[in-house]
């Protein structure tokens, strides 16, 4: 029996970029292959061209043992590929059941079947168990639900080849376990799959066999149940990967945040810790606990009902982001798309664009100052671009990040408030990350840390807080914690010390 997918030496260039130097790979009915590498690896360019977005240069593509050449995404999608980008690519005015048919809605005669429409999309999304109204506004959902919305429009189809991007970046615990299980189901009615993670063990329980890219050329592959992650790590990377949480020796000091009761309009309900100089603070807690509203509630996004805000020894509650970053507060946000780059604009704007100062004179920006220090700044974060005025839209989601998490240290800024600051990030430049983390608690910065993985806070932190349905419930240093006790605290089972319990 012929392979589902079978690619041959694929090429794309880009100018003088070649984002794809030569991949080649399969996949079986049924089966699900992971496909692994650092961001800007290919990975992204590789998925747009099996999708329809871009036409390779040079190479084959066969599916189901026919050739294969989509010429955009919706001929992708009558063949029977869909594909799932980490990137939320939904129309926020539009409903739930309408942007899941979007493009492809049922009808007759021109008119658009409402009914049919919902139909179809309740059921692709009762098979995630979702709990999605259909008529919701898709702007009126959380992220996590969004990218449940994003899942169920690949699925509404029936795909016979399905490509998930991250698509657990941004979900629960419970809803990639729902993930999972739908994942499973299709792959035994003869669906395959292309799985993209940066979490090497979502790899291993979703697949049977892997594909390493690195440089845009396949490097290597195999069976996931007999090969050592280390050796797939040094597949990815081009060397050998020590440690993958790195700690650099740094001294705790005094408090230099100080958060009382702190309530918002719906969230949190209830929040306090205490920051200090040189500390790294994890925040955990289920997706919708109340992490990120705190967060913005402290940097003066969100408005504060009641509780109080101590910054730099002043009690200074109610405020804006302006003045928290005057003051040497500075906020890296969950969603970058929307709130955390100009995607439009070149890497040096958004780099610099809260602190113009150094590259400035009599008002003006400094061409060559401002080329310099992006370009000092792109190289101390690993970022791997055209140079510096590339749109940053134009980078992979992890090459993103890195400039956003950039800006705040450009800034100088004594307080970090980072939002799930290593989402979309390969494995190694999430080292790369901790060791940024690390080095700015040494110099005496305080960070605080929003994350839904475990093992990075136990990893990196000092302190975890966990927060339950808007509360923080307790704070504790992190040799006091391990993951049955984290989740136990943020499902509201026990916030009891856990000092008892061996340690992972």
């Not at 309740?122 to 098979?127: K, T």
């Amino acid at each position: 029996m012929s392979q589902r997918l079978e690619l041959a030496g694929i090429r794309k260039a880009f100018g003088a970029t070649q984002a794809l130097g030569g991949v080649s790979l399969d996949v079986g009915p049924g089966e699900a292959l992971a496909v692994i590498g650092e961001n800007g690896a290919g990975k992204s360019t590789l998925m747009k061209v099996l999708s329809g977005a871009h036409r390779p240069d040079e190479g084959s593509m066969r599916l189901d043992g026919e050739p294969y050449a989509p010429g955009d995404p919706l001929e992708a999608r009558r063949r029977g590929v869909a594909m799932i980008y980490q990137e939320l690519n939904l129309a926020p005015h539009l409903s739930v059941a309408e942007n899941i048919v979007l493009g492809v809605e049922p009808g007759r005669f021109g008119w658009v079947d409402g009914r049919r429409r919902r139909e179809q999309a309740r059921r692709a999304l009762d098979e995630l168990q979702s709990g999605i109204d259909p008529d919701a506004p898709v702007s009126s959902l959380t992220i996590a639900r969004q990218q449940l919305v994003e899942i169920a429009r690949a699925l509404v189809h029936e795909p016979r080849l399905l490509i998930l991007d991250e698509p657990t970046s941004s979900l629960t615990g419970v809803d990639v376990s729902h993930l999972f299980k739908v994942l499973d189901r299709l792959r035994r009615r003869g669906v395959s799959l292309l799985y993209i993670s940066h979490f090497l063990e979502e790899c291993q329980t979703v697949c049977t066999r892997f594909t390493v890219l690195r440089d845009g050329k396949t490097v290597a592959g195999g069976e996931l149940a007999t090969t050592p992650l280390p050796e797939i790590i040094r597949a990815m990377v081009g060397r050998e990967v020590k440690d993958l949480f790195p700690r650099t020796p740094h001294e705790i000091g005094a408090p230099v945040l100080e958060v009382h009761d702190l309530a918002g309009r719906e969230k949190p309900r209830r929040a306090g810790f205490t920051l200090r100089a040189g500390e790294i603070l994890g925040v955990f807690g289920l997706v919708g606990a109340g992490r990120t509203e705190t967060l913005r509630a402290v940097f003066g996004l969100d408005p504060v009902d009641s509780g109080e805000v101590v910054f730099g020894g002043r009690k200074q509650t109610s405020t804006t982001p302006q003045r928290r970053l005057r003051s040497g507060m500075a906020l890296l946000s969950e969603d970058r798309k929307q709130e955390g780059l100009l995607l439009n604009r070149g890497i040096a704007e958004n780099l610099l664009l809260t602190r113009l100062g150094p590259v400035s004179s009599c008002g003006f920006v400094r061409p060559k100052a401002e080329s310099r220090t992006t370009l000092d700044w792109m190289e101390r974060l690993e970022v791997r671009a055209q140079n510096e005025r590339q749109p940053i839209g134009e980078l992979s989601g992890g090459n993103q990040q890195k400039v956003a998490f950039g800006r705040l240290l450009y800034h100088d800024a004594r307080v970090l408030l980072l939002d799930e600051p290593t989402r979309g990030i390969d494995v190694g430049s999430k080292a790369a990350i901790y060791r940024r983390i690390g080095q700015a608690a040494a110099e005496g910065r305080a960070v605080a840390i929003v994350s839904s993985y475990i093992p990075e806070l136990i990893g990196v932190c000092d302190t975890i807080a966990v927060m339950c349905r808007g509360e923080i419930v307790a704070v504790r240093p992190v040799s006091e914690w391990n993951q049955h006790a984290l989740v136990a605290a943020a499902i509201g089972q026990s916030t009891e010390s856990p000092a008892t319990v061996p340690v992972s």
